[in-house]
């Protein structure tokens, strides 16, 4: 069961990736961008979650909080402002830096995640593995499929995954 739950976090973390992607994948990226691009996003969901639970891990020792608390805000958080926070805006095509800053900021949810992490599962590098492979897999998918996609698919691919991680998050406090 706990499988499940992190693979769905998995794919709701990557949602943000993927919507982007989406209308990032308007602007007629090389296979080679393309690529670059999946790997970035894949890169900083592996990692951000490791560091968020080894921050975690020091803010625990200093305040008894329960992990599945700070689990339950941070998912319930988000999901909120996937919900909520869709604006479009303006697309450029991208200089590698700023893949790396869309990288970055794709992935600051999985750091949240990756500090209450441990009280979903105790296998937090391979639930990093799974974020990095989803996240990379839906980054690639959404550069893929372009423009026509993300007029249909990309708000309601964000709003579904706010909600699941809502109602993760809301099964995690109990």
């Known amino acids: 069961m706990h499988f499940f739950f ?5 794919i709701s973390l990557s949602m943000d990736a993927f919507s982007l992607s989406l209308a990032y994948g308007t602007l007629s990226f090389s296979k080679k961008e393309k690529q670059t691009l999946t790997l970035i996003v894949g890169l900083f969901h592996f990692f951000m ?31 909120i402002q996937m919900i909520f926070d869709q604006k479009k805006e303006e697309i450029k095509k991208l200089s590698i830096f700023e893949q790396l800053i869309f990288g970055f900021a794709v992935s600051l949810d ?9 009280s979903l599962t ?47 998050g809301a099964l995690s406090f109990f």
């Open 49 to 79: 979650p490791l560091l968020g639970h080894f921050l975690g891990d020091l803010l625990f020792s200093f305040f008894p909080i329960k992990p599945n608390y700070i689990i339950c805000i941070s998912l319930v958080m988000i999901g």
């Open 6 to 10: 992190i693979f769905l976090i998995a």
């Open 110 to 118: 999985s750091f949240s995640i990756g500090i209450g992490l441990i």
């Open 122 to 168: 105790k296998h937090i590098f391979l639930s990093s593995i799974l974020f990095c492979i989803c996240s990379a897999f839906f980054t690639y998918l959404g550069l893929c499929l372009g423009e026509k996609a993300y007029e249909r698919l990309g708000r309601v691919s964000v709003f579904i995954g706010g909600i699941v991680l809502i109602i993760i």
